[in-house]
Structures are given as C-alpha cells and as structure tokens.
C-alpha cells in the first residue's frame, strides 16, 4: 500500500511545469548569459523530481533535496544515470546549500516549521547568487490549508507584507497572488491562498 507521500509522488511525477517555473528558469538563463554566471540550480523539497527533470532539459547542474527519504529514492531512480543532479535527504534549515544561479522552492515552504523558518530563509537567500534568481511559493493566511497540522507540523502561512519584508535583499521581478476556490490537491478541491514570488538577488 503506498504511503500518502508515495501517491503524491507517483501523481505528481511527470506533472507539468508551470509557466512561472518557466518564467523564473527564462530569467536565470538571460542572467547567465548577461552575466557569465554558471548553470546550477537547487530544488528545495523537490518531491520526486519533476523541476528537477525540467531543470536539466534546460541543461542546468541540479541539486535537489527534500525531508523525506521517499522522496529521494525516486529522484535518485529517475537520475541514475545523470552525474549533473545532486541528491540530498535534508530539511531547508539544515541541506548545505551550494551558491546557485537559480534556487526554487515550488508548494515545498509551506511544511516549513515556523521556528525553523528563520534559519532556512537566511540559508535559502544566501545561496542565491548577485543577479541570481529565486521562485518560491507561500501559502496565505486564506488558504484552506492554513495552519493545518500535517506530517511535517502546521503549515507555515504569511501576511503579505510579512513575506515582502523577507525580500530586502532581492527585487521582486513578479509577485502572483492566487486567492481563489478551485483546483484540486490530492483529489480534493480547496481554497488556495499562495504567494508565488519570482525575485533577483542584488
Ligand atoms: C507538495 S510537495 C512538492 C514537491 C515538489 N516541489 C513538486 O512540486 O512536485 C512538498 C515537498 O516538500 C517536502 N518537505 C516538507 N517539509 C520539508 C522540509 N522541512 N525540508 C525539505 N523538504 C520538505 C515534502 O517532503 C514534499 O516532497
């Protein structure tokens, strides 16, 4: 019987990319070749792959982690023979996060331990390089999961101008608010209050 987190990896293997991910990825290839910056990226909490597997066809050296083992067990099958991805079983406060021209954070932040989330923002901004790019999501305090106790703790939620305060080193290239009922999480539909926030580090 697979685990809730197996399912969700299976479903979500070959999911799409979304355009914000494909945005983020254009601006961190036009800041390469504007600024002969080198081709690496970080997924943080990359589930089974999928940023990952885009990632490299955009021909970037990828390092990916994610909490749970699962997790990197199916990166690691999917990746076998690709020496240019980097696999870690870490938690976004403690992985060791190299210098990245691209660090993406998609639906993972949400499972952040608020106490946590201090020491993992200061580690995931500094390893974004000058002129680097960072996408990551955060849930809003409408989002029907907000607070909710899940397997990693409660979900991790902010107040709009909360999270713009932890940009002050970035300018915020695109900020998108998804405040809306619909769509589905695992099968069921939800309200979904997310923060998608593309920025460049100064
Ligand atoms: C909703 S999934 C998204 C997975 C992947 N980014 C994707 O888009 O397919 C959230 C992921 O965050 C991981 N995660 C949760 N808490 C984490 C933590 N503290 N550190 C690292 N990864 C974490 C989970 O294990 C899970 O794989």
Aim: proline fraction near 3%; glycine fraction near 6%; charged fraction near 30%.
């Amino acid at each position: 019987m697979p685990s809730r987190q197996n399912a969700y990896y299976e479903k979500t293997f070959d999911g799409d990319t979304s355009p914000l991910v494909k945005q983020a990825t254009s601006l961190a290839i036009a800041a390469i070749k504007n600024g002969d910056l080198p081709r690496i990226a970080v997924d943080c909490g990359c589930g089974s792959g999928r940023h990952i597997a885009y990632l490299r066809s955009r021909h970037f050296l990828v390092h990916g982690f994610d909490i749970e083992p699962d997790a990197i067990e199916w990166c690691q099958e999917r990746f076998k023979n690709d020496m240019d991805v980097h696999l870690d079983v870490a938690s976004f406060e403690n992985y060791n996060y190299p210098t990245a021209t691209l660090v993406m954070a998609f639906a993972s932040l949400f499972f952040c331990p608020a106490t946590r989330f201090d020491e993992a923002w200061r580690r995931i901004s500094d390893s974004v390089r000058a002129q680097g790019i960072f996408f990551g999501m955060f849930m809003g305090k409408r989002d029907e999961w907000a607070e909710r106790k899940t397997s990693f703790g409660n979900t991790l939620t902010f107040e709009e101008e909360d999270l713009r305060q932890h940009f002050e080193y970035f300018d915020i290239l695109d900020w998108h608010e998804r405040d809306e009922e619909g769509g589905t999480a695992m099968g069921v539909r939800k309200h979904w209050h997310v923060y998608s926030v593309t920025a460049r580090r100064r």
